[in-house]
């Protein structure tokens, strides 16, 4: 009976950083000394790391491209090769992917860079072609890196051959009706 009431270890266990107490660093008592907690965190981490391979680390296929739609993703949206795929018309709606626009995103400073003369250096129309940048609407002086911007056909890019746009055709009737 003595064995029932014995109390059962945690699955998650609760150890401070800190002082390795038994409660969070949040609840430390202790000064915090920030090295200490790295390295403890760190510590588990790895033990973390070697008991359970993966488990802080995500699958994601390598071969994969935004912008271009494989065979099987073509199967697996039951699209048809000269389909266009449904994010493409809600990219027309919504804009450019977010997450994609902040990777091209090349900041400004706005000062202005002056030569040993004083004069100040002009823009290089050369340079901005290899490493194209455009300008934002926004009032920040955020440009973008051209080369970052993914195409996305029927969005930002021809449509390839024989791709129909049906949006709009359905457009098209619905406005001659």
Known sequence: MAELDAPKPSR???????????HTVQE???VINVAVV???????LSRQSTAMPGLNSRYHKNDCTAGSISSELRA???????ELPPFVYN????GYPPGWLLEAENEDSGLT???????????DEEKEKEGATLR?????NVRYDV???????????PLPAGVKDVRKLVEKRMHVT
């Open 28 to 30: 430390c008592t202790e």
């Open 147 to 157: 080369r970052k911007i993914i195409d996305y056909p029927g969005f930002n890019a």
């Open 113 to 123: 860079v002056y030569n040993s003369e004083g004069v100040a250096v002009e823009h």
């Open 38 to 44: 790295r390295k403890n965190k760190q510590e588990l």
């Open 136 to 140: 934002s609407k926004s009032p920040s």
């Open 76 to 82: 697996a949206m039951q699209l048809e090769s000269e």
């Open 91 to 94: 990219m027309r709606e919504l």
């Open 12 to 22: 998650s266990q609760r150890q401070c950083f800190n002082c390795k107490g038994d």
